[in-house]
């Protein structure tokens, strides 16, 4: 079945680039489907960071649209997130997930807690 | 944006209480509405989606309806496994997507 696994540092300085990678296994990228990532600051609701479509089309949430970069690598079947100028707001478990059809995400990668912190 | 408006924040129910969740959108967004289920430290589950729509292999006490603006999620018997933070999720074109505050689910 379609498995999503994030990694990355999990420690990042304010002001630096947070940057994860999650590795698809299961299904390859290319063959469609959106590919997404989720935040949820601790002990708070879930924020939709964007979504890369297969072929490379990016969609983001405005309000991040500034600071954040989304990309597809189909030969390591992976998708990537760079969050730019990070700051302690910026820290919760961030998932990767596969949105199907009316943009429903599923599955999730079990998740990665990054903290902004100096 | 659009907003969405889930209510109640918490609810403590016993073990074959019918449970309801609902969520109000600030715009109509058809039935392009999904429920999620997450338990402490785990990731979301896809339990509902396009409002109605059972995810394969989920228990069939769970359901989902309402088109437009107003969508109920419903538990016709909770369990204790089905403790757990529900979450609505809209799609309208990506505009952007939008999640509801969540509501936790407990047992009395």
């Known amino acids: 079945q379609v498995q999503l696994q994030e990694s990355g540092p999990g420690l990042v300085k304010p002001s630096e680039t947070l940057s994860l990678t999650c590795a698809v296994s299961?299904?390859?990228?290319?063959?469609?489907?959106?590919w997404g990532w989720i935040r949820q600051p601790p002990g708070k609701g879930l924020e939709w960071i964007g979504s890369?479509?297969?072929?490379?089309?990016?969609y983001y949430n405005p309000s991040l649209k500034s600071r954040v970069t989304i990309s597809v690598d189909t030969s390591k079947n992976q998708f990537s997130l760079k969050l730019s100028s990070v700051t302690a707001a910026d820290t919760a478990v961030y998932y990767c997930a596969r949105a199907k059809g009316s943009l429903q995400f599923d599955p999730w990668g079990q998740g990665t807690l990054v903290t902004v912190s100096s | 944006d659009i907003q969405m408006t889930q209510s109640p924040s918490s609810l403590s129910a016993s073990v074959g209480d019918r449970v309801t969740i609902t969520c109000q959108a600030s715009?109509?967004?058809?039935?392009?509405l999904n429920w999620y289920q997450q338990k402490p430290g785990k990731a979301p589950k896809l339990l509902i989606y396009d409002a109605s729509n059972l995810e394969t292999g989920v228990p069939s006490r769970f359901s989902g309806s309402g088109s437009g603006t107003d969508f109920t999620f419903t538990i016709s018997s909770l369990q204790p496994e089905d403790i757990a933070t529900y979450y609505c999720?809209?799609?309208?074109?990506?505009?952007?997507?939008?999640f509801g505050g969540g509501t936790k689910v407990e047992i009395k």
């Open positions: 299961g299904y390859s990228i290319s063959s469609g489907y959106y």
């Open positions: 999720q809209q799609y309208d074109n990506l505009s952007p997507l939008t």
């Open positions: 715009q109509d967004i058809s039935n392009y």
């Open positions: 890369i479509y297969h072929s490379g089309s990016t």
